[in-house]
């Protein structure tokens, strides 16, 4: 059903807003979107939506906001908040209304109809069906929602009207502006959508109107400020990148903002990589301009968003589907806090003190792709002195932004890099990748009919991996997943090259594992790759079946009477880096395309899973002796954490050494090729299941004998 919304007329004082048509009353209250932080007076507010509660000119934009007229509530229960992302309009209708609201079933106003109706609204929020409607409003007005059921009212804002506690006179506007439906359109499950009439009339007694006040052209009157790009391109509302490859490019504010602050902004493409949000010093880093993100959301091609504050990383949020650019996203200091939001749903609140004032700031990764629809709330402070340009050696002023302790990417990350025209010698910085097919005359996709391959010997993380040319002398393995897709080539050390110092190249590999599909750009591919070390001798059995007594340490001083007695040695479970454990540690590789360890101990049987630990304990004690003696020979393995036992059989291949840089370690699993072996191999049967998964930070005791 449609009707266009009344528009609101200055009534006398002490009176409230009731919209009729001829055949019936309907109360209707004021409501507006109000996210600037500042609250209007005699209003209620809940979050960023404001409901009017006194006589006012709303109609003439009262508190610097546009008023709407909400639904009927004498007809249903109803439940409303802002919708930043804007509604639909029909056509003609020129403004965007950014409230909306959900409503009980026509005439059925019980308490049983607002519990489902909370209970709905709560659902596509992850809340938890509530007990009772009173737990219902109070979850409601917490988080934004406004509700005409309610018998637990928020604090009104005080009002400046002199006598507030005078009971309002109900005044009755006779012949509204309004078609014969008295409803809004229905789009959803008891869902309305709110529009303003095209064309409003005056109201029938405008008699006492001494200067007419013009209607706000807009919802939101965003600050106007200069925008700087650093290889990129701005407007007043937008920054692009000029094509520049790696986080080489971004856009920022040259004035601050003090006091409450917001950014809202959306990306110019699906798929687009960026950061946006604020930055006390947002040229302190030119080269890797996401380290200057003080304040801000990272978005890339997935169904995740993380949270990065002074430039690391403290929050990884799945929001249910791979982020587009029809996403609305906002970050918000609101004088206390920073909020994080997305189309009006908060994600994340920030635990990090703020120090002002701030520069609204974009880091932008992919090339000729931002931000677009940036509109910036807040209190603007003059240009600083001296005014911050891009040089070729940008002084860097000491910020309070603490030493990044992450980045971006996990190691081993890589993009593809796609040239414009002839085909370059080496992908240009950290981190690209090139296949090229059909004699390097063009550039691919498909890692199945890759002819060479070439890759930086840094990767999008940072992490450099000089044993990489380690290849160039004994040939070398290399592994790349992208997604659910692994392809595995291999080649000698007449098929591995290096162009010029920090590039290496594989050519006419041979194709161990064929991918599925071919790669797709604007993915994370994982590349791990594995030199042929010459195989090192195996440590000969002794002529002991098992390992002597003393090799095989327990933690319990006297036998304990359960059938799984804690034995082995320990190393803690981490899940990051997700590489290679350092000394003490442990990690569980995840599957294809996983960026962290699993916690899962009982997936060891599936190819290419695995756990795998450092040659040092979490005791500083090297126990290479005791592993490297079951290397090459069947065994039974058992790992256990806190009473969750795992215990696997595998064949001679199922245990191996790995070195990594001046790493080294061991890892059981099936399908597993690390240095020096490089091609996977080895099969494992999971005997016993973990009970419960494990956690992170505590101890795994590893113990082996030899099985048979």
Sequence with gaps: ????????????????????????????????????????????????????????????????????????????????????????????????????????????????????????????????????????????????????????????TPTNTPTPSVTPIIQILIDPIITENDEYISVGTDEYLMFVDPAPQPSPTPTNTETPTPTPSSIVNCETFTFSGYNATTTSNSVINDGTSGWDSSGYSLETFTGPVSVTFQTSANGNILMGGFSYNPTANLGDTYVDTSYGIYLYNSDNVEIYENGGQVAVLNVGTV????????????????????????????????????????????????????????????IPTPTPTVTETPTRTPTPTPTPSNTPYPPDTYFFYLPEGAIPLAPLNNGNLLFTTNSASEVGYNPNDAQEVVFNLTDKSGTSHPDYLDSLTYGATVTMTQGSNTAILSGDSLMWGSYVEGYISGNYLELVQPSPNPFVSGSPINLVLTVNYPSTPTPTPTNTATPTQTQTPTNTPTPSVTPEPVTGYSFNLVALPYNFPSSGNTIMNGAGGATSGTTDPNVLATGSRGIYWNSIDSNGVDRTDYFSGFTGQSINITMSQTGSTAIYSGDSQSLKTWTASTDTGFVFGAGIGVPPVGTPSGTANLIQSASTPWTLGLPVYISVVVNG
């Design 1 to 156: 059903m449609e009707f266009h919304l009344l528009p609101l007329f200055h009534v006398p004082k002490n009176t409230l807003n009731i919209f009729i048509n001829k055949k019936k009353m309907a109360l209707s209250r004021p409501f507006a979107y109000n996210d600037t932080g500042s609250p209007i007076s005699g209003t209620t507010q809940y979050d960023d939506l404001v409901v009017g509660n006194i006589e006012a000119p709303y109609g003439a934009g009262y508190g610097g906001v546009v008023w709407w007229g909400g639904p009927n509530e004498d007809l249903r229960y109803i439940i409303g908040n802002v919708r930043p992302g804007g509604q639909p309009v029909p056509s003609g209708v020129t403004e965007t209304a950014y409230v909306g609201f959900w409503g009980t079933p026509l005439g059925n106003k019980t308490e049983a109809a607002f519990l489902n109706l909370a209970n709905y609204v709560g659902s596509k929020n992850g809340q938890p069906p509530f007990a009772n409607a009173d737990d219902a409003v109070i979850w409601l007005n917490a988080n934004g929602f406004y509700t005409s059921y309610s018998s637990v009212t928020p604090t009104v």
């Design 323 to 382: 982020v587009s650019s029809s996403d609305v996203w906002k970050v918000d200091y609101d004088g206390t806090s920073v909020k994080y939001y997305q189309n009006g749903t908060l994600l994340y609140t920030s635990t990090n003190a703020v120090t002002q004032p701030l520069h609204v700031f974009f880091p932008l990764f992919t090339p000729n792709e931002g931000a677009v629809n940036i509109c910036v709330i807040g209190t603007l402070s003059p």
